[in-house]
């Protein structure tokens, strides 16, 4: 098989033509690079070379080249022992510049620490992102209980509130089918796992306007959900709260479920959707 260059495959693409899918090439050393990345963004104080060559199933010199590339653009760095490699501040300003884009992450910033004190537990805004929840930003209360779903974090859509509330409303009506084909993974023994039962659960929270996980994701753990919708009345992201399960459970589900609302009902009226309309009664 005769192998085309990146560079011919590129001057083979005429002016006015439609770019390839997402899903249709992939380039290799993109790929790779984005690999390490990754890499470095699982352990902030520094990854060997030798290790993510290993890793990534590359030679060292390749994986030298591409950190060098990497250095270049201030995307990676040397720890400061000079023997490991770290994530730099050129990745924090494009991820920074996409925050400055997204409309529903600057109106939320102060309403998710208010959040957070009026109920004492953490509070979550989240977006769908493909099969996923993407953690935006999160709020806290002084010296509460540290959750996992820090900002930037992911977590699957069947076993979260906030994955719940965005698979409900998602757009996409083949957006549930690829989760079940992805499968359904167990993560504690209260994961929703049949496919009917988390149809009927999606209905549920269609019809009252939130969405429960209780203990679903992780043992301990429970959160409450609410979708935040925009002036087009399209559900652009997720609200929710999140805590020990011993403190946030069906006793106590009323008594966060209402700051929970009344805050998302806010946050929707700077986004310009009415907040009469915002949950069912």
């Known amino acids: 098989m005769t192998r085309i260059s990146d560079s011919e ?4 693409i005429r002016p006015g ?5 997402p899903r249709s090439r992939r380039v290799q050393s993109v790929d790779h690079a984005v690999d390490i990345l990754q890499i470095l963004a699982e352990s902030p104080y520094g990854v060997s070379l030798s290790d993510i060559a290993a ?3 590359l030679s060292k010199a390749t994986v030298h080249h591409l950190l ?3 250095a270049n653009r201030r995307l990676v760095a040397r720890a400061s022992h000079g023997a490991q490699y770290r994530l730099n501040w050129g990745l924090y300003e494009l991820g920074a510049a ?5 409309d529903v992450t600057r109106i939320a910033r102060n309403y998710l620490d208010q959040l957070a004190a009026q109920t004492g537990e953490s509070a979550l805004l989240g977006i769908l992102d493909e099969e996923s929840v993407l953690y935006l930003d999160r709020g806290d209360p002084h010296g509460s209980f540290r959750m996992l779903a820090n900002a930037g974090r992911r977590s699957p859509l ?3 509130a906030s994955g719940k509330v965005l698979l409900a409303y998602a757009p996409d009506r083949s957006l549930f089918d690829r989760v079940v084909e992805t499968g359904l993974e167990k993560l504690t023994p ?3 796992v049949d496919p009917r039962e988390l149809r009927e659960t999606l209905a549920e929270v269609r019809q009252r306007g939130y969405a429960t996980c209780w203990q679903e994701r992780e043992v301990g753990l429970s959160s409450l959900a609410v979708p935040l919708r925009d002036y087009t009345g399209a559900v652009v992201a997720s609200l929710a709260v999140a805590g020990p399960a011993s403190r946030l459970n069906t006793r106590t589900l009323k008594q966060h479920l209402l700051p929970l609302q009344q805050t998302g009902n806010a946050i929707g009226a700077r986004l310009g959707h009415g ?3 915002m949950y069912p009664a």
């Not at 033509?17 to 899918?21: L, M, V």
């Open 9 to 12: 495959q590129t001057a083979a």
């Open 17 to 21: 033509d439609q770019p390839a899918s």
């Open 158 to 160: 069947h076993s979260t």
């Open 98 to 102: 996409v925050l400055r884009g997204i």
């Open 190 to 192: 209260s994961t929703i």
């Open 275 to 277: 907040e009469s309309e």
């Open 55 to 57: 890793r990534v199933g």
């Open 68 to 70: 060098g590339t990497m």
